[in-house]
Structure formats: structure tokens, C-alpha cells
Nanobody, 115 residues
Framework: QVQVVESGGGLVQPGGSLRLSCAASTSFFSISTTAWYRQAQGSQRELVASMGSGGITNVADSVKGRFTISRDNAKKMVYLQMNSLKPEDTAVYYC?????????WGQGTQVTVSS
């Protein structure tokens, strides 16, 4: 049973920073595409950032220049560094790990940006 577990969410003031972490147990991690998605209340889940097995990244325009995705294959970890947070970044953030022919999701971690 593959597990994907996010951590690092919480309450932060506008302009602040948070770092989300995601631990995955799949043995195919190094060849997986990894990504962060978010879902705000009443909205559809949307892609925030992704990183392929070769290191190529894709970042949503809404967070470009503020959020950075990274990964550590040896530790089977994915990270999302979030800076200059805005109230509209408030959402549940989900980690996705996508090896060939598989798709794994974490349970999500809440990020709330509010003063």
C-alpha cells in the first residue's frame, strides 16, 4: 500500500512563508512525476506546480515567482516553498505522485492565509 503524506500547513499572515513537505512510499518515486495541487472551498482542484523525473518544472501563473517545487529522490520527498503568501492562496494543498500507470494522492494539508 503506497502512502503519500503531506505536512507543513497552517495559519500564516499575508506576506508570510510556509514550506509544505510530502513523503511518499512508492519504490518508483525517482521515475515519478510529482506535483502539488490545491482546492479552495467551493472551487475545483487546480495544479500549483509539478516536477518531472528529469527535473523539469511547471508552475501555475498565479504562483509564479512566489512558489517553488523541489524534490529529494533519495528521501522520496517533495517540497513546496511558498513565499509572499496571499489570502487567495488559502486552500487545501494536495501532493500527487504519478509513477507510470499509477496515480497517488495524499490526504491534503490546510493552508490558511489571514491576518
Amino acid at each position: 500500500q503506497v502512502q503519500v503524506v503531506e505536512s507543513g500547513g497552517g495559519l500564516v499572515q499575508p506576506g508570510g512563508s510556509l514550506r509544505l513537505s510530502c513523503a511518499a512510499s512508492t519504490s518508483f518515486f525517482s521515475i515519478s512525476t510529482t506535483a502539488w495541487y490545491r482546492q479552495a472551498q467551493g472551487s475545483q482542484r487546480e495544479l500549483v506546480a509539478s516536477m518531472g523525473s528529469g527535473g523539469i518544472t511547471n508552475v501555475a501563473d498565479s504562483v509564479k515567482g512566489r512558489f517553488t517545487i523541489s524534490r529529494d529522490n533519495a528521501k522520496k520527498m517533495v517540497y513546496l516553498q511558498m513565499n509572499s503568501l496571499k489570502p487567495e492562496d488559502t486552500a487545501v494543498y494536495y501532493c500527487n505522485v504519478n509513477p507510470p500507470s499509477r496515480n497517488y494522492w495524499g490526504q491534503g494539508t490546510q493552508v490558511t492565509v489571514s491576518s
